[in-house]
């Protein structure tokens, strides 16, 4: 291993340390930034837009070392989705089965596309990392979210594989696939789970059956529905098969 490699190694090393020290907001606010930079919706990022983006974090030196090896072809610019997805390892196939899940949830005719509004009028910001842990609002979480995919070509749609690279930069600052877990379930309003993935916030209602007993009933997969809407869930209860006499909220 030659020393200009080891020397990028450990600047790339130093920068995902970096990166995931910053929790959720890490690769996902960098990439929201370089979409902004990205005026003509081509992926690419000159020097200028890159050390803007970046200074913050790091020396001058390590990032013209880093501009120059994602630089491949010597163009004088980068694809700053490839610069992204180079620092969050992977998601193994247990992560993709739930982002691809929440997809699906709003994908309702298979189109492959989701209308932006409707995406985030459905999007649980409460159940957001950061608005857990109290460093920002639901507010401001939604903000960003909406900037994540929109800010580059202002389609207002969102594909497959911009929902997946999103959740693949959560994914980087998430060690645990539990936690992963129970964060789709609970901002998608995904049903089931074990133990510490088990989804907290579908709607459970307390049921009063015909027969005069009373169970308290999870609404399953309750995403889009209103919790005031008490006839739209006693139609979704009917559906899993739970004739409901009356039903009121429980929690």
Known sequence: VKGGDLDIHTALHRFRETMKAQGARGIVGLGRKFRLFDENGNRQLEWDEFYKGL?????????????????RDASGSINYEEFLSSLARPMNAHRRGFVDQAFKLMD????????????????????????IRGTKSKGEV??????????????????????????????ACIERD??????????????????????TTCIRVLVTHYDGRQTVEEVKNDFG???????????????????AMHVSIYN
């Open 55 to 71: 200074r913050e974090y790091m020396s001058q030196k390590e990032l013209h070392m880093l501009f120059a090896h994602f630089d």
């Open 142 to 171: 939604l903000r960003e979210f909406l900037d994540t995919f929109d800010g580059g070509v202002k389609d207002g749609k969102v594909t497959r594989d911009e929902f997946h690279s999103y959740y693949h930069n959560i994914s």
């Open 108 to 131: 309702a005719n298979g189109s492959g596309l989701i209308d932006l509004q409707d995406l985030v009028l459905m999007y649980d910001a409460s159940q957001h990392p950061e608005v």
């Open 178 to 199: 539990d936690y992963f877990e129970l964060m789709m379930r609970n901002v998608w309003h995904i049903s089931g789970g074990k133990g510490q993935a088990e989804n």
């Open 225 to 243: 529905l209103n919790r005031r809407d008490l006839d739209g869930i006693k139609r979704r209860l009917h559906q899993q098969g739970i004739h």
